[in-house]
């Protein structure tokens, strides 16, 4: 999906064991979405923070992304478990709270 514009950045991380997410939510502006890796932290929120229609496809879009990313890494990870040999459960050094 592309948008009409305003955005300003392009980023790619790839994501080890020491990450974590962190939401922030507030009573007067749109909520910020911090995810963290290693020394890099990515921080997503809403332009002017402006609870537009366009902002809410944007939320509504990334929730459909990051569920189907999980399901294809939940998915990989059955057939390539942990070096244990088990699949494991939880989330990463520090599992935040997600979206």
Avoid: C
Avoid at 42 to 64: H, P
Avoid at 76 to 91: F, I, K, T, W, Y
């Amino acid at each position: 999906m592309k948008s009409g514009g305003g955005s300003i950045a392009h980023i790619g991380v790839y994501v080890g064991e020491d990450w974590y997410t962190h939401l922030s939510t507030y009573d007067d502006h749109t909520p910020i979405l911090d995810i963290s890796a290693g020394s890099v932290m990515v921080a997503l929120s809403i332009a002017d923070r402006q609870v537009s229609n366009s902002a809410v496809d944007f939320a509504r879009e990334l929730a459909s992304q990051v569920a189907k990313f999980a399901a294809e890494v939940e998915r990989l990870h059955v057939r390539h478990p942990d070096s244990d040999g088990e699949a494991s459960e939880g989330g990463g050094a520090g599992a935040g709270e997600a979206a």
